[in-house]
């Protein structure tokens, strides 16, 4: 898959056109899971490192690289020498002289893959950096918007919550408009994404942004990333939340509408969303965990197949 990054980072490492390959391979894997295996080597060798927790994007990985005929490493890093204070990049370096083609990183901090851009000590796959970014979440749920939507272009999607603290969003926005969506964004003032982007509308009304939108992509509030160490005005402002921007059935019929709900999982059950609504057919959550293997499937194809030979360089001694 000559031309695919070593390194997807960010959404931005992608082009549309490759956006699109990846779509047509993720519903091609969906539709007929036998066409995936076939690799240039035999099992390639993929390791995971979740550096923060994770059920969704782990899992889905680990199952991608199964269906995929790949063997996988699970890296912990609690018991690597990345605990004795080795670098990222010697770490990496180690996993591609040990033949991994490939590892899917989880950090909790932002922009740790831009020190590699140019010279790939391995194949990475981020899989959430910090608040920068999340690509293969993003990707997944354009899947299933085209996927259970039927498309995206022309539609108005609101992602409403922690917009500020949330990877995804990130990646939603740099996302979503290339195939033809409006974008708002919606949450108390304390949580607002302002993107460099004109064509992003900014809002705080959730009824009002509810109305105007075709699709609703909910968020969880990321306390981890908050700093906060005071329950109170956790509590406080949990309430304010709920209040303000918690999505019921209730809501829903006091404004007699109702819309697809997407969310990255996990929900915080009974603060951006009730219960009852994410056990309704309007929920989209599982549809959107089905399609994440397929489309990691892809992304990982696309990725070990691109034929790219700087990768790793430095592990072989070579000069550049
Ligand atoms: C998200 C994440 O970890 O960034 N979840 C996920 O990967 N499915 C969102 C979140 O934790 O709120």
């Known amino acids: 898959m000559k031309g695919f990054p070593s390194i997807l980072a960010e959404?931005?490492?992608?082009?549309?056109?490759?956006?699109?390959?990846?779509?047509?391979?993720?519903?091609?894997?969906?539709?007929?899971?036998?066409?995936?295996?076939?690799?240039?080597?035999?099992?390639?060798?993929?390791?995971t490192s979740f550096l923060e927790n994770s059920t969704r994007t782990k899992h889905s990985f680990e199952a991608a690289i199964r269906l995929l005929g790949c063997t996988h490493i699970d890296f912990v890093a609690e018991k690597s020498s990345l605990k004795k204070g080795e670098t990222l990049e010697e770490t990496f370096l180690t996993l591609h002289a040990q033949g991994i083609e490939a590892c899917i990183i989880r950090t909790g901090e932002s922009k740790v893959l831009e020190q590699f851009s140019g010279r790939p000590p391995i194949k990475i796959i981020n899989g959430g950096d910090g608040t920068n970014a999340h690509p293969t979440q993003a990707l997944l749920d354009l899947m299933t918007m085209i996927d259970i939507e039927g498309g995206i272009a022309g539609k108005t999607i609101s992602i409403i919550g922690d917009l500020k603290h949330s990877r995804v969003t990130h990646s939603l926005v740099e996302l979503l408009p290339q195939f033809g969506a409006k974008v708002i964004l919606c949450g108390p003032e304390n949580f607002l994404y302002r993107p460099d982007n004109d064509a992003i509308v900014v809002a705080s009304n959730?009824?009002?942004?509810?109305?105007?939108?075709?699709?609703?992509?909910?968020?969880?509030?990321?306390?981890?990333?908050?700093?906060?160490?005071d329950g109170d005005s956790n509590k406080n402002m949990l309430a304010d939340y709920v209040a303000h921007y918690g999505l019921t059935r209730e809501r829903f019929k006091k404004m007699g509408i109702e819309r697809p709900i997407y969310h990255p999982g996990p929900v915080n059950i009974g603060v951006e969303l009730s219960l009852d609504l994410m056990r309704s057919p309007l929920y989209r959550g599982y549809e959107q965990v089905r399609n994440s293997t397929f489309m990691r499937m892809a992304i990982l194809k696309a990725i070990i197949e691109n034929g790219d030979d700087s990768v790793g360089r430095l592990s072989r001694n070579v000069r550049s």
């Open 11 to 47: 959404i931005s490492d992608l082009t549309k056109s490759q956006v699109q390959t990846l779509l047509d391979m993720a519903f091609e894997y969906k539709d007929r899971p036998a066409l995936a295996a076939q690799f240039s080597i035999p099992a390639p060798i993929i390791a």
């Open 206 to 229: 959730l009824e009002e942004t509810i109305i105007n939108s075709d699709i609703v992509y909910l968020l969880r509030i990321q306390f981890e990333r908050h700093g906060l160490k």
